[in-house]
Nanobody, 121 residues
């Protein structure tokens, strides 16, 4: 059974930094695209960042230059390093794996339960 477990969410002040981590189990994802998505209150879930099997990365425009996605295939993990956080980054962040798509439109087969990030102003 595939599981994706996120960690690292919490409360941070605007301008601060935080790192989210996602640990996958049940299968290895070294040859697939993994990513992060988020859902703010009252909004649809949206794409944040993905990293492909070849380490190509794609970001939604609002986080470019502030967020960095990385992966460790040996540990079967994917991280999201977030800097210069803004109140509008407040959302539940979801890890996803076995994603397919292009640039900013992705669909994924596996999802974590999500971790809450709250950025205070």
């Amino acid at each position: 059974q595939v599981q994706l477990v996120e960690s690292g969410g919490g409360l941070v002040q605007a301008g601060g930094s935080l790192r989210l981590s996602c640990a996958a189990s049940g299968r290895t994802f070294g040859s697939s695209t993994m990513g992060w998505f988020r859902q703010a209150p009252g909004k649809q879930r949206e794409f944040v960042a993905v990293i492909t099997w070849s380490d190509s990365t794609y970001y939604t425009d609002s986080v470019k230059g502030r967020f960095t996605i990385s992966r460790d295939n040996a540990k079967n993990t994917v991280d999201l390093r977030m800097n210069s956080l803004k109140p509008e980054d407040t959302a539940v962040y979801y890890c996803a794996a076995a994603c397919s798509g292009t640039v900013k439109s992705w669909t994924c087969d596996y999802w974590g339960q999500g971790t809450q990030l709250t950025v205070s102003s």
